[in-house]
């Protein structure tokens, strides 16, 4: 299970154990690969036991990955479960350390007019729903649950 952040008083967990939540609040959210030391092939995903380009074994690097990438390939969904607003752009992005990750795009019409294959998108997170639990004194609290996105970049590196 991904770790909890808490930046002030309000408690935060990521929804995915790939995207790291900030502990101050000088930091920013990122989302962390791991990375073969023996050949340098980066992956998603956790509990890989060995490179699959090299075939070394043995622990992977984690690695912090760029916020910024170029969109791959989006689809527009008008049909989900109960409590999920339609339209939205469901989408793959391309990461500068050669990998990709699937993700929804934000901050866009859902209109194939307004998307570009390509386009430069940055990570953003956002609250997506929350969760009352009980810490370890028994008391209950309320904790956001946070998800990562995409969006247009609006200035590119």
Request: with cysteine; glycine share 8%; net charge neutral.
């Amino acid at each position: 299970m991904a770790a909890e952040a808490s930046v002030g008083e309000k408690k935060q967990r990521p929804i995915t154990a790939m995207l790291r939540l900030p502990t101050v609040p000088s930091e920013k959210p990122y989302l962390v690969g791991y990375r073969c030391s023996a050949c340098g092939a980066t992956y998603v995903g956790e509990g890989r036991i060995g490179c699959s380009k090299c075939t070394a074994t043995g622990p992977l690097q984690e690695i912090r990955l760029s916020d910024r990438g170029s969109l791959y390939v989006y689809s527009i969904v008008h049909q989900s479960v109960p409590g999920v607003p339609v339209p939205y752009v469901s989408a793959i992005v391309d990461l500068p350390e050669g990998v990709s990750v699937r993700c929804n795009l934000v901050d866009i019409e859902p209109d194939p007019a307004k998307i570009t294959f390509g386009m430069p998108v940055e990570m953003v997170t956002r609250k997506v729903r929350e969760r009352k639990e009980k810490n370890p004194e028994g008391v209950e609290e309320t904790i956001d649950i946070i998800a990562f996105f995409f969006k247009p970049s609006q200035n590119e590196r």
